[in-house]
């Protein structure tokens, strides 16, 4: 009998596995370390059996509403999906043929090129220049068929300028996905180009809205656009107890995520220069984490699980050498994250 054989790209692709242990301390993922809104807390408790039996809306017509309210567009410019990796993943597969070229900057968020290889294409990526900016023209001498660049990008932290962005938006060959997720915490507005019908700009609400565990992210793109990456995504990707956290979370708590958001940026900024006192050098970022370049990941890793503290290590990052990308959350995480991480060796 025949073993069905899953596609021959598939090979290359490893099994996402962030952390096998529980943390006292989780500073890896970038979630918000204050937890959910409280208002969505509640709607998910006021959730009655009996909606659980039922369907959605197909896509998610009421909470596009509050969303687009929020990002101060039309409806027909949002599209939801599961996780704004759902919204990454769909647009890669409404825009580009199996077999062409995604673009993205390096390093970036390390899901876009699974993404790619997931739907059949090539990922070509460009080193950010000397001075860590994006090197653009490089991008677009690439022409892919899609383009991403992340602003603030993780792990760097840092934000691209908005004529930088736009530059690329409106010279790339194909789409450009102009990922936003950590937009709360600074960086430019780059909502503005999704009305170029040129680009999705990619937002969530697993980040400053703390509701990763809900999967809730948002594409912001012109209406034909929209369309595309719904065909490639289908119905029913956000789930009830989802819509009923983010509504219940953009209607009634906007003012609790902005407090913290603030507090995680007025957090980065004192951690930052607590951290150059110790003789690390933090790079300057915009986004709700810090990437520390350290000797060794794997003894700076070591020093900070021995205090129950999980970080997210990277080895050899392209111009930086070996880092710690470290979340930002309350205070006393960070004094104890610093106390653990003592004195650059
Ligand atoms: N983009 C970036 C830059 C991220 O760092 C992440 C999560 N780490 C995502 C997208 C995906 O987030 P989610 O699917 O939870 O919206």
New binding site residues.
Partial sequence: MMIPKARSGYDGITIYSPKVESWRIDLS??TNQWGPPPAARRALDALSANEYARYPQPYSTDLRALLAEYAGVKPEMIVVGC????I?DCTMRAFAEPGEVVCAMEPT?G?VPVFAKMNGLRSVGVPLSEDGSVDSARILAVRGAVTYI?TPN?PTGCAIPFRTAAEIVEEAEGLVIV?C??AEFGGESMTALASSGRAVV?R?M?KAFGL?GL?I?YGIASPQIVLAIEKARGPYKVTIAAEAAAMAALSEDLKWVRLRADEAIANRERFSSELRALGYSPLPSSANFVLVPVGDCDATMGKLRAAGIAVRGFHAVEGIGDAVRITIGPWEMMQECLDALGAAA
């Fill in positions: 993922d970038n996780g704004s990796d759902d990454i968020f899901m992340c993780n990922d997720a950590y990619t969530t697993s990763a999967r992210g």
